[in-house]
């Protein structure tokens, strides 16, 4: 298991024409598979990178909807994943946290996998991490998934694996790779077979562990690696006037000879030898969750479901490797926010390039839409099915939201981030960033703590404006670009008054 070879998919060759496609759907209901990976950038040859071996997800990409700008709500784990599995943002839903959950605002709200499972006909089944673990709680059983066989409830995640010594960032090891990702790709496969067992249609959902930290791979994986050529970063400090509240110190670096590297965004690089190998490891549990892929996908295949399930890949949030002094997630710059995102539908089997701003919140409505052409209205994201077929039609939505919280009370010290261990009242200031087609424009504002509101009423305590003209999850050295802060900047006075206007529509509308 976990090869990093390709496959082949004679099933994912169907192309329909636009004027058939609604009957195709219409008559023909299909099932969805929806694949997330853990902490994964776009790090992938289908979005141009010289770093990564993916050969199984760069096929998908060669006849699905490949997004190129698209982003979390906010990244961080617990409330990305609450948000796209309800279709809310976590502002809707109150969940900033490992604490809270979308269930406690909305207890009968329809999930995701709910949508599915309420339809007839279909089963609604899950394995490794969809939810956060245990966030909601017991992965949502019994509302959003169907019972096992016997009729219990008993969705499974494995436990999680650690490296020896366990502060090491990364390891090659095939036993912890089985114990944790090749078990959940077992329990996904045969939740296909259930499905094409049982003559229905369904939504199976698959969340692997990786690349999330420690970045475990196979030894095949890492194989792929050993001599492929890794780019270290361009700009390894943070440029200057980025304000101290958009950075953290956080991540640990620790090697398996038991080494550790201290770091600090603007004044202390990790050594270039280092971030290289902690580079090139986390490349290697990219190559491992595209062999994991590669497989889910030829089951398919095997099954005779090729032609007739819609695949979603995403990530929960974006990541940095070094980049700008940064490491890992739980910031508003466009490599945390930026995810993987790509969408096949069989009865359009064709690469498409999507360059509009869109939310992982979308996913559920157009997964919803795709498949039974029909889209659940109460929730905060939208259906993008028609860029998915290729729509050249305005595009429903120009925008891109994403926003994270800080618990210090300092904020021209950069502190590490505690929030998502502690309850929201505990907030001290919010950062809400929106990105449009070329700039991303973030406000900092202070937190009431009783109200669990931010204070909108005056001006922001910091302001971020980046230039990202050009930009694309595919674009040249996609991740590494110097953090300009164009804030103060007088001549950019109407972009960050519209982009500000366009934030407080969002996050502070009138009469709220």
Known sequence: MGSGRP???????????????ATAA????????????DDMRPELGAYGSPNAVTPNLDGLAAKSAVFVNAFCQQPICSPSRNSF???????TIGVYNFINYFRQKFPNATSFPQFFKQQPGYLALGAGKLYHTSNPPDHDEPLSWSPEVNGSQSYFEPAWQFCAPPASTFCVNDSLAEIEDET?????IGHLRRVAGAGKKGYVGCGFHRPHAPYIATSDAWSNHVDHPTTSPRHPLMAEGVTRLAQIVNFGIGLENGSHYKWDPETLAVPTDVALQVRKHYFAAITYVDGLVGQL????????MAESTVVVFHSDHGYFQGESGEWEKKMLFENTARVPLIIHDPTHAVHIRVTTPV?????YPTAAALVLNTVPTEIDGVSVAALVRGSTLPSPKNYAFTAYPRCVQNRTSIAPPTCFQLDASRITF????????????????????ATLKADWTGPAVELELYNHTGHFADSERAFDFEQINRAADPTLADVRASLSAVLHAQFSPPGQ
């Open 297 to 304: 996908l030829q089951e398919l295949d095997t099954l005779g």
């Open 184 to 188: 959940t790709l077992s329990v996904c």
């Open 85 to 91: 599995m309800s279709g809310y943002r976590p502002q």
């Open 430 to 449: 919010f950062g809400y960033s929106v990105r449009s087609l070329d700039w991303r424009y973030t406000e900092w504002r202070t937190w009431d703590g």
């Open 26 to 37: 219409s008559l023909a209901p299909m099932s969805v598979l929806h694949i997330v990976a």
């Open 7 to 21: 496959f082949g998919l004679p099933g994912f060759g169907t192309v329909v024409t636009c004027a058939t496609m």
């Open 359 to 363: 939310e992982l919140i979308d996913v």
